[in-house]
């Protein structure tokens, strides 16, 4: 059974520039949540997904998005980028809508913004 | 809000010692999860802590629950070095801002 799968596995952005990372849940899976992971801030909740419509957000600025497509597949995209947006971001798949199932973590997109 | 709290953030011990990850939460629960995230890696589930008391072994790693107390322990028997790692403890809360909350994670490094 394939795990979760997250594109691409690394990116290098300027200061300025907008990003789409791509995350595909397990099979089955219909939660998708996203976490931003740095060094000084650990992980933090950025979204979660169900059935192509956002159930929570984190306390991020509104330049940070996402969306769910029909087939669980997310995406986020994050606009304007700013140094402080380098990070390891991982999305996390479940079965259930309030992840009182396991969550699975992708390997994450390791993004340098320079 | 909820909040998670570990400790220690680092611990280095030798192979063959046993050691104890605390993990205290500030607010009702209704799971807590840990997980080992590997350098440069994606984190893996290890345990699911669903209830008071409930404890749950796999290998040389053992969790336990204690609602009451709003704490939760990641025991490590014997350790080996295959066991370094950064663990993570985090909560649940199911409500209307249900979200999974981390701690900041433990650090293990295993001498061999």
């Known amino acids: 059974k394939a795990g979760v799968t997250q594109t691409p596995r690394y990116l290098i952005k300027t200061r300025g520039q907008q990003v789409t990372l791509s995350c595909s849940p397990i099979?089955?899976?219909?939660?998708v949540s996203w976490y931003q992971q740095t060094p000084g801030q650990g992980l933090q909740f950025l979204f979660e997904?169900?059935?192509?419509?956002?159930?929570n957000k984190g306390n991020f600025p509104g330049r940070f998005s996402g969306r769910q497509f029909s087939n669980s597949r997310s995406e986020m995209n994050v606009s304007t980028l700013e140094l402080g947006d380098s990070a390891l971001y991982l999305c996390?798949?479940?079965?259930?809508?309030?992840?009182?199932?396991?969550?699975?973590f992708g390997q994450g997109t390791r993004l340098t913004v320079v | 809000e909820l909040k998670v709290e570990q400790n220690p953030l680092f611990l280095s011990m030798q192979e063959g010692k046993n050691y104890t990850i605390y993990c205290n939460y500030s607010?009702?629960?209704?799971?807590l999860y840990w997980y080992r995230q590997d350098p440069g890696k994606s984190l893996e589930s290890l345990f699911v802590?669903?209830?008071?008391?409930a404890v749950k072994q796999e290998g040389r790693l053992m969790a336990s629950l204690d609602t009451k107390a709003r704490l939760s322990t990641l025991h490590i028997t014997a350790a080996v070095h295959d066991l370094s790692a950064t663990y993570f403890c985090?909560?649940?809360?199911?409500?209307?801002?249900?979200?999974?909350?981390f701690g900041k994670g433990t650090r293990l490094h295993i001498l061999p």
């Open positions: 985090a909560g649940y809360t199911m409500n209307r801002d249900d979200k999974i909350i």
């Open positions: 802590l669903l209830s008071n008391g």
């Open positions: 099979s089955g899976h219909r939660s």
């Open positions: 607010t009702t629960s209704d799971r």
């Open positions: 996390a798949s479940s079965l259930a809508a309030t992840l009182d199932t396991e969550a699975f």
């Open positions: 997904y169900f059935s192509e419509t956002q159930r």
